[in-house]
């Protein structure tokens, strides 16, 4: 199990950018897979974006595609997410999170370990 820690959600206008952190601490493995989910009042928790932590290789879900870019910082032990041209419906709260293992999946049951979550929010 490893623990996560997000922080750099904040209030920002239609077309603005946020960075997102997550602070990876305790058993992590080179053979992680971080992500980056996001849940909107009333909606399920959607997948973002997601990075293998030893060979970088990322994807992402199609709603952040071309405008969100999920990268990290083995020295920092930090994932970031760089969110880019955001729109109101970004608006969420946004969850760091991992699984052991290198695995492309979008699916929130997957991931084992969670963060608290970030508040973001797009004023139109």
């Known amino acids: 199990q490893v623990q996560l820690k997000e922080s750099g959600g904040g209030l920002v206008e239609t077309g603005g950018s946020l960075r997102l952190s997550c602070v990876v601490s305790?058993?992590?493995?080179?053979?992680?897979?971080m992500g980056w989910f996001r849940q909107a009042p009333g909606k399920e928790r959607e997948f973002a974006a997601a990075?293998?932590?030893?060979?970088?290789?990322?994807y992402y879900g199609d709603s952040v595609k071309g405008r969100f870019i999920i990268f990290r910082d083995y020295a920092k032990n930090t994932v970031f997410l760089q969110m880019n041209s955001l729109k109101p419906e970004d608006t969420a709260v946004y969850y760091c999170?991992?699984?052991?293992?290198?695995?492309?999946?979008?699916?929130?049951?997957?991931?084992?370990?969670w963060g608290q979550g970030t508040q973001v929010t797009v004023s139109s």
């Open positions: 305790g058993r992590t493995s080179a053979t992680y897979t």
């Open positions: 999170a991992a699984r052991a293992g290198v695995m492309v999946t979008r699916t929130r049951g997957s991931f084992s370990s």
């Open positions: 990075i293998f932590w030893s060979g970088g290789g990322t």
